[in-house]
């Protein structure tokens, strides 16, 4: 029912910048994170970023903090990644994804087909 579509990826310099969007579409997402991953070839799928419903709590792998910025509109059901000062090793495909926190664990259950980001040196 959810549909999550990612978009905003390309090949940008080392140092350079991008947005990536995530639209959702079906039904809102209200009381939902929404949550950036990442997935380079011949690596594990890592999780980059989270944001709550609310936006006032946010979380970033150690790689990526005070780089990338996690932001949402929810009138427009639509989660932001602004990506800063891009290095090659940000190089891989993004995923957005929208979960509920189980058990004391998050639990992602819908995700986007993914964008391709490719920073050059």
């Known amino acids: 029912q959810v549909q999550l579509v990612e978009s905003g990826g390309g090949l940008v310099q080392a140092g350079g910048s991008l947005r990536l969007s995530c639209v959702a579409s079906?039904?809102?997402?209200?009381?939902?994170?929404m949550a950036w991953f990442r997935q380079a070839p011949g690596k594990e799928r890592e999780f980059v970023g989270r944001?709550?419903?609310?936006?006032?709590?946010?979380s970033y792998v150690d790689s990526v903090k005070g780089r990338f910025t996690i932001s949402r509109d929810n009138a427009k059901n639509t989660g932001y990644l602004q990506m800063n000062n891009l290095k090659p090793d940000d190089t891989a495909i993004y995923y957005c994804?929208?979960?509920?926190?189980?058990?004391?664990?998050?639990?992602?259950?819908?995700w986007g087909q993914g964008t391709q980001v490719t920073v050059s040196s």
């Open positions: 994804a929208a979960g509920r926190p189980v058990s004391s664990r998050w639990e992602y259950e819908y």
């Open positions: 079906g039904r809102t997402l209200s009381y939902y994170a």
């Open positions: 944001i709550t419903w609310t936006g006032g709590s946010t």
